[in-house]
């Protein structure tokens, strides 16, 4: 049985004095790949950011790898091997594509580099343009494969398909399913397109007014209809 | 139409081409200088010595977003070093240059380690705070720094023991454009490395940088430290050439001055830098020989142009220009 990569435990945290998410708990292991799902507003991001140290802490504990890491810093979890893919994708503008990665690599070789873009060719193409003249796909391709160059052990992605074309929406969930295969990574998905969220995870946590409503496999979810209508909002048929 | 160029296939780039164009770009500019201007070799070589400031300034301001109206404190405590260093005994230009390096370098980590620990409004008052303690205390300890009199008496040896610095500045000149030749082209490299990348990253978001695990407060304290340097270069290289470091070396003027140099030539480019230095100084130093009493108002004037027709700097247009150039010869 994989051991446990990081472990959830009464997590209460918002921003300042206000509480968003409250007794979140969970646990996943090396190599599982967590959907959470539910309606909008309803503590998803603030839960990502949370375990990435973005937000106000209350109370509760988060061990990565069994090491509390609730006091670290930002950097600190990053360092620790949490990548986080932001909503708000999060490149650096005024650097180009070959630049951005590069500030990925955490002493990796330069070489490094091609894994990125093997992995998003389209960035190849576009490695001598700033960030700024990216479209949001390649803007999200470029803020997962600069986030993926420094081999994190856990991967939080906030909405990656918000507002991409269907077929880069098909190119990027066929990567993340790429890299889930290998086994070595935990994927953390936020995601509001139920379906391939779905699909690809091989557990589902249902958030509702910052607290966790539903934890199960996605195949349990998808079974009853009833359930993901009066849960997430959405029917899938 | 949008604006984005396809580069479908990777350029191969030639290793230190940009380090060499630049190496003689600034060759070239220095022998145009040397051989059509030799009776204003004092002031070009003061011109360089300004650049270095003006380059360190663009390390902390340009390129990591850091608010200072002090930075002349570290050229100053550079200058002091080397001048001081030079009456006491250490006479090779080179050594000089080594004190005035160590001097500022450790003036810029204890400038940094203070004044990167805030943002904005207190940060800028900090900085300033900063310079006019160091002023300060180079006014107070004149039986180091010669006070208000100016610490005098400064007289290198012979660059390599055989070049001597000599009244028309030629040695100076020379020996300040090979010295700014070699830092600039280490500082092309060092701000296209991974540390110099994150320090742009870190100025368009601090957040998006935390959040791929850099620790924003050491980075910028080093990068703090190697402004200290370059600007202590600087400031050793002005006492060596001019023989004497004066208050205002360090004081609020020049911090203010070289800001404006950095922003007319374009802030977080080190060819900005350069050029904001040489406009503005060559500006200033024919205006004040036409106009002695209203050269400050064609100064102004020349500012307020810059900052309404070109507000990232002259060097923004003229990058932009050279970039659809070398894209239409590439296209041809």
Known sequence: MPATALEISDLNAGYGPTRIIEDISFKVAAGDRLAVIGRNGMGKTTLLATLMGLTTRHGGAISLNGEDIAGRRTSARAELGIGYVPQTRDIFPSLTVDENLRTGLKGRAPSALDEAYAMFPRLRERRGNFGKQLSGGEQQMLSMARTLLGQPSILLLDEPLEGLAPVICDELMAMLTGLAATGEMTIILVEQQIERALAFANGVMVMERGRTSWSGTPDALKSDHGLIDRLVGVGIH | MSDITMIHAPQKRVP??????????????????????????????????????????????????????GHAAQFGVGAYAAGIACIRGVTDPVALLGVGLVAGTIMGLISGALITRFRGLPQLVLS??????????????????????????IEPGKVFGVFGFD???????????????????????????????????????????????VSIYPRLVAMYGVAGAVAGIGGALTAISTGVVGLDSVSFERSAEVLVMLVLGGAGHLWGALAGTVIFMIFEHVVAAANPFHWMTMVGLLLILIVVFAPRGLIAPVMSLWTKMTRKGKAA
């Open chain 2, 128 to 153: 300033i705070a900063v310079g006019q303690l160091v002023a300060g205390l180079a006014n107070k300890l004149s039986w180091l720094t010669g006070g208000s009199d100016g610490l005098s008496g």
């Open chain 2, 167 to 213: 009244m028309y500045s030629r040695t100076g000149y020379l020996f300040s454009l090979a010295v700014l030749v070699i830092t600039f082209v280490v500082l092309q490299r060092f701000v296209r490395s991974p540390f110099g990348l994150m320090c742009r990253g870190i100025k368009d978001d601090d957040l998006r940088a935390k959040m791929i695990g």
């Open chain 2, 16 to 69: 230190f081409a940009q380090e060499a164009a630049g190496a003689l770009t600034i060759l070239a500019l220095g022998a145009v200088g040397y051989f059509l201007y030799p009776d204003d070799l004092a002031f070009l070589t003061r011109l360089i010595g300004i650049a270095f400031l003006v380059l360190s300034l663009d390390l902390v301001t340009g390129y990591c977003g850091v608010a200072t109206l």
